[in-house]
Each structure stands twice: as structure tokens, then as C-alpha cells.
């Protein structure tokens, strides 16, 4: 008896611990908002005046897809790792390889965060600190060339990768003590970051500081031979800047799905699971909708083609003429956007970070990135993140990074779509503590198809080889997963034979979707290439 005491300590020792429920995963998930910093700059200097339309078209799009999400979630009350780990187990009875997909391209997309967050946060420090022509700016140590993936990137060190990694080590730490004192940390800094965003989207409604002429007419932004911009129209080439814009966007829009990263840690996951990622939902949509549209009031065409609001590093200083109030309030909103920053990025290594343990716990990526910590963080999955995003500090163009990793994020979207209806047919008499209504479930399923279709027409308008190199990103997960299942675990995968609050995790599951999962996946193939075909992405 005193040793089965003794292993029953161990393992709680090893495991998550539940001690969360959905205020605290809100508050966990609310840096997802400050996304809208860096990729706001970009999607407006590409498509020009529609892009505060692309948001909130793009945020409705992401609030209809978490009702699925919450529906999958409660179908594990005892998995962490969020959506992509509840899809992975819709899609494993139809292919052992077709699982791993999921949660491989969840997490690169949402670990790069940590570097584009604190990298931005750091090029804000740095616009306070030096002005523009101090040869501290400029200066780098240039260590590879990567022209082989993308024209101009290589990897480099400099002042601002610097400060970065200084943020990602305090964010680490931070974090070091478990989701829960992480989460209270979260709650303060969420509502001293998220007040200036929100300051920024209501201060232009409040006074009427809403110029029609920089907010229509609602064409997109073409340039000509010599590189002058003006109105286009919505022909082939504007249709692709569109499918571009929502492409980028999405990869902002949709993340709130990272509420339900947290199943695992939840008190009572059948209650708080839909609750914290619906709350989520309507944060998000108060945000991405005031902010770009007060952003693009403000600027208008002219000024959005500053090459600081492209990158990011100017979009700061842009917020702070919206507001007004002078130097000092300037700087002192400034502050605050640098601390939504490091909002995101502990929301990211948060999220990511549980993928890469349910993941590994059910057997798809390496055994050593279960291991948790004294109190219950797992630790080895956040040194695996901080390394991977120290490296990527050094990429000398983030947004590349970030589109590429965007096309992981896609794809993870179709597959969880679809896993819904998935999981309806195959495990029709489980438990949901949560039903998504059969009209949503639908919707979602087309929703994803059309997600297709903006990546495959829009992928490339941020740069030659974008799909392409996303794509074969996505196919990394095969030696991985390989390795891990039949070198680590001979060819079997993990078996739990389900607990008291989990009675419905089975070993096998009989597949009843027939053909329709393999019709989907060609479908979503055809669609992408079709589309890619068809697009005219801008020389």
C-alpha cells in the first residue's frame, strides 16, 4: 500500500494539475487581442482601405468556428493541448499520419509568436530609446544566408534580438510556476494592456473622428509600373489581394481558440471549457473590430504606406497620435502596447506549450516533452519553445516567418473543421457536456473549405514560395512522428484506459465516417491548387 501511495504521488507529481476554471483560461487566452499589432501594419499596407473590413470579417469567421471548437474540447475533459490535440483524435482512425498534422501545425504556428511579439516589443523600446539614424539601429552581426527559402532572409543578431530574448527569458520565468500563478499575472497585465487598444478603437467613435474618404471607397490598393499606388478594382488581381488579406488576418482572428488549451487544468471542464473560449470569442470581436477601424481612420491611404507600418515597428506611434494628449501620453501608450506584447507571448508559450505535452503524453512527438515540473508546468516543452524562438530572433525578416508558419495554421483549421462532424458520426454516443447546434456545425465544415481557398489563392501574395515553403513546414511532422512511434514506441501508441472523470477515453474508436474524411482531404487539395492556379499574386 505505501508504495502504490508512493507511485500515486509521483504521478501527480508528473501530471497538470486542475486548478483553473474559465476566468482563469480567459485571462490566459486575452493577449490573443494584441495580435492585431502585428499583422494590423502589414494587412493595410497590402490591401489598403478594406482591411478594417477584412477584420471584422475575419473575426465573425473565427467566432463562428470556436462553437465546434468548444463542442471537441468536452469530448476530453482529461486532455490539455486545445483544439488541435481533440482533432488529432478525430482524424486517427483514417491515417496514423494524417493525425500528427494537427497538432504539428498548431504549434508552429503559434510558437513563433514569441519571437514576432517580443521582437516588435523590442523594436518599440528601441524607437523610445534611439533615434532613427543612430548606428545603434543598424548595427548586426550577420551569422547565415537563407536565401534558399526566401529572397533577402538570413540570420543575423541585433540590438532588438537582443532585448527580445531578455523578454522571452522573463516570460519563462514567469510561467515557470504553473498555469495558475501564470494566469492571475495575466489578469493584471490584461487589464492595464488591453485598456489602450481599446482606448484606440473607441477615442475616434466617441469624437467622430471617422474620415469617410479614408475609409472608402472600399477598393483594394493596386500599384502601378513605376510603383505609385492607387484604387484598383476587384478583378483576378484584386480578388487575390483579398484572399491574401484574409489569409493574414486569420492568423490573428482565429487564435482565441487557445481558451481551450487548458481542458486538462480546468476544475469543471464541462462547464468552463465553452465558457472560456466563447468569452474569449467576444473579446476578440470588440477588438479586432474598433482597432483596425480606428487605425485605418486615422492613417488613410498615404499613411499607411510608411514602411514602419509594414514591419510594425511604427504601428505604435500611430495608435498614440489616435489618442492624442502629447509626448507623455504618447510614450506612456507606447508602454503599455510593449506589455500587451509580452500578453501575447505569454498567452503563446501558455498554449503552445500544452500542445507540445499532449502531444507527446498521446504519443505523436517525443517522450521528453511530457515531463512537468514540481508545479505542474511543463517545463520541457517551454525550454523547446524558447529555443526554437530564440533561433528564430535571428531571422532578419519576421514577417516571412510568420507567413509561413500562417499556412501551418490553415491547415490546422480545415482539419479541426472537419474533425467536428468527424467526431459526430464516430463518436456519436460520448458525452458533450457542450452540443455546437447542427447548423454551426455545418457551417464550420464550409468555413474551412473557404479558409482553403483564401490560402491558396492568397498565401504568395506575402511573398514568392510562401506556400510552398509553408507546405513542406507541414510535412516536417512525418520524420518526427516516425521516430517517436515506431522507434520510441515500437509501433503502439499510448494506451489510457480512461478514469472517473474521463470514462469515454477509449483505445479504439470504430470509424463510421466511411470515405467522407479521404473526400474532404481531396477536395481540400484540389481546392488548394485550383486556387493557387487561378490567383494573380503582385509581382
Not at 484604387?231 to 483579398?242: H, K, P, Q, S, V
Not at 473579446?283 to 514602411?307: K, R, W
Not at 502629447?326 to 509580452?342: D, Q, R, S, T, Y
Not at 472537419?418 to 465544415?445: E, F, M, S, V
Amino acid at each position: 500500500m505505501a508504495s502504490q501511495a508512493g507511485a500515486s504521488d509521483m504521478t501527480g507529481q508528473l501530471q497538470l494539475r486542475r486548478q483553473l476554471d474559465w476566468k482563469d483560461a480567459f485571462w490566459a487566452s486575452s493577449g490573443v487581442p494584441a495580435g492585431v499589432l502585428l499583422t494590423m501594419g502589414g494587412i493595410a499596407t497590402m490591401i489598403g482601405q478594406p482591411s478594417w473590413v477584412i477584420w471584422i470579417a475575419s473575426i465573425l469567421m473565427g467566432f463562428l468556428q470556436s462553437f465546434i471548437y468548444a463542442e471537441i474540447a468536452g469530448l476530453y475533459p482529461n486532455k490539455s493541448g486545445g483544439a488541435s490535440v481533440y482533432g488529432a483524435a478525430a482524424w486517427l482512425p483514417y491515417g496514423k499520419f494524417i493525425a500528427p498534422i494537427s497538432v504539428w501545425c498548431n504549434w508552429l504556428a503559434w510558437s513563433p509568436v514569441l519571437a514576432l511579439g517580443t521582437s516588435l516589443g523590442a523594436g518599440y523600446v528601441m524607437a523610445s530609446l534611439f533615434a532613427p539614424d543612430a548606428a545603434i539601429r543598424t548595427w548586426q552581426w550577420h551569422l547565415l544566408d537563407l536565401g534558399f527559402v526566401r529572397d533577402g532572409l538570413h540570420l543575423r543578431i541585433n540590438l532588438v534580438s537582443l532585448i527580445a530574448a531578455g523578454f522571452l527569458l522573463l516570460t519563462f520565468a514567469l510561467q515557470h510556476h504553473g498555469a495558475a500563478r501564470a494566469a492571475n499575472f495575466q489578469k493584471v497585465l490584461g487589464l492595464i494592456c488591453l485598456s489602450p487598444l481599446l482606448l484606440v478603437g473607441l477615442v475616434p467613435l466617441l469624437t467622430g473622428d471617422l474620415p469617410r474618404e479614408n475609409l472608402f471607397p472600399l477598393l483594394p490598393m493596386l500599384r502601378d509600373a513605376a510603383g505609385n499606388p492607387g484604387f484598383g478594382t476587384w478583378d483576378i488581381a484584386g480578388l487575390t489581394l483579398l484572399a491574401g488579406a484574409m489569409f493574414g488576418a486569420g492568423w490573428s482572428t482565429y487564435g482565441f481558440e487557445t481558451a481551450v488549451c487548458y481542458t486538462r487544468e480546468f476544475r469543471d471542464p464541462a462547464r468552463d471549457t465553452a465558457k472560456a473560449i466563447l468569452a474569449a470569442g467576444l473579446l476578440c470581436i470588440a477588438i479586432f473590430t474598433l482597432v483596425p477601424l480606428a487605425f485605418q481612420a486615422s492613417l488613410g491611404l498615404d499613411g499607411m504606406l510608411d514602411p514602419t507600418i509594414y514591419d510594425g515597428s511604427g504601428v505604435g506611434q500611430a495608435l498614440a497620435r489616435i489618442v492624442g494628449g502629447g509626448a507623455l501620453i504618447g510614450n506612456l501608450l507606447i508602454v503599455m502596447l510593449v506589455l500587451a506584447l509580452l500578453l501575447i507571448v505569454m498567452t503563446s508559450m501558455m498554449g503552445s506549450s500544452r500542445t507540445l505535452y499532449q502531444a507527446s503524453a498521446d504519443g505523436w512527438l517525443p517522450k521528453y516533452l511530457s515531463r512537468v515540473n514540481e508545479h505542474g508546468a511543463p517545463t520541457a516543452a517551454m525550454w523547446t519553445d524558447l529555443g526554437f524562438n530564440l533561433l528564430l530572433l535571428m531571422a532578419s525578416d519576421y514577417f516571412a516567418v510568420l507567413m509561413i508558419s500562417n499556412v501551418c495554421y490553415f491547415v490546422f483549421n480545415f482539419l479541426n473543421l472537419q474533425a467536428g462532424w468527424i467526431h459526430r458520426i464516430d463518436r456519436k454516443d460520448w458525452n458533450r457536456p457542450y452540443r455546437c447546434p447542427t447548423w454551426l456545425l455545418a457551417t464550420g465544415a464550409v468555413l474551412g473549405f473557404v479558409n482553403m481557398a483564401w490560402m491558396g489563392a492568397g498565401a504568395d501574395v506575402w511573398g514568392e514560395g510562401t506556400l510552398r515553403n509553408g507546405l513542406l513546414a507541414v510535412l516536417l511532422i512525418v520524420p518526427v512522428f516516425a521516430y517517436r512511434h515506431y522507434v520510441q514506441d515500437k509501433g503502439k501508441f499510448p494506451v489510457s484506459e480512461g478514469t472517473a472523470e474521463d470514462p469515454f477515453e477509449r483505445a479504439e474508436v470504430t470509424p463510421r465516417a466511411g470515405v467522407l474524411p479521404y473526400l474532404a482531404l481531396a477536395t481540400c487539395v484540389a481546392l488548394v491548387w485550383l486556387a493557387a492556379s487561378w490567383a494573380q499574386p503582385p509581382v
